[in-house]
């Protein structure tokens, strides 16, 4: 009974109006007063970020910081692929016929993450990484790999959680939700980041709307409050990094594997 409250009260605050107007709180001089607040009731390392927790004027200002020059160390080599965030490896693994398994108990076809996009036909044997945000975690999303974009798509969606009931309870929603998609053809392969908005969130925004290609690491985008990142690698390119698995705390810059040229 409990399960099923909870899931209708998810279904009726997933609308974009409740998003908006948590949005716009967020965005108010009011809620930077909820800032010391937020810092320590999720055990945020506020010494990272580049300015003292003072010096920021909005909740979401504070929210998408960026950090200090040198806090996360990228991983080099033109073959390698990071991490684009800092988060939890919620799953991962290879992709079947197009369907990525087993998510949290639920089954994700390429088809509808990636809105029919022709690009699925470049990873639908390829591989994949579920990287949940939690708001502890530095929210903004760089570069995997060094490439330029092919493409980018916006896909307006629902706002429902990407917690663990969400992701458990609620069906197909990395696929529901809003998402921001970036191709990005490297050396050795593309990449899709599949950025997905969350409740009361579901704002995702580029940090440079003009950039056509990023080295790896270098700043692409940032969610305003937390959320998922689904990373795609190209069919027959991608080694993942000995010892890494589901359930690994990773940070952005952290070596992910390494890509191949496909065969």
């Not at 009931?165 to 191709?183: A, D, P, Q």
């Not at 940090?207 to 790896?216: G, L």
Request: charge should be positive.
């Amino acid at each position: 009974m409990v399960k099923q409250l909870l899931r209708l009260m998810t279904e009726l605050s997933s609308h974009r109006w409740l998003s908006r107007l948590m949005g716009a709180f967020s965005h108010s001089r009011l809620s930077r007063f909820l800032i010391p607040a937020f810092i320590r009731i999720y055990h945020i390392p506020a010494s990272e970020a580049e300015k003292p927790s003072g010096e920021y004027h909005t909740l979401n200002e504070f929210f998408s910081r960026r950090l200090k020059s040198g806090m996360r160390p990228v991983a080099g080599g033109e073959n390698a692929v990071a991490s684009p965030v800092d988060a939890l490896i919620t799953a991962m693994g290879e992709i079947h016929s197009g369907t990525i398994m087993n998510v949290k108990g639920q089954d994700y076809g390429l088809e509808e993450l990636l809105n029919h996009s022709p690009h699925q036909e470049l990873y639908k044997k390829g591989f994949f990484f579920v990287l949940y945000l939690s708001p502890t975690d530095y929210h903004r999303i760089h570069a995997p790999l060094t490439g330029r974009k092919v493409e980018s798509e916006h896909i307006r969606g629902r706002a429902y959680p990407v917690n663990e009931f969400g992701m458990r309870h609620m069906k197909g929603v990395l696929s529901r939700n809003e998402r921001l998609i970036t191709y990005i053809a490297g050396a050795n392969g593309e990449a899709a980041v599949v950025k997905v908005g969350a409740m009361n969130v579901s704002s995702i925004r580029y940090a440079d709307d003009q950039a056509e290609a990023w080295q790896i690491g270098d700043d692409l985008a940032y969610f305003e409050f937390g959320s998922t990142v689904v990373l795609l690698l190209e069919n027959g390119s991608f080694t993942p990094r000995p010892g890494i698995a589901c359930g690994t705390k990773v940070k952005m810059g952290e070596l992910l594997g390494t890509l191949r040229r496909p065969l």
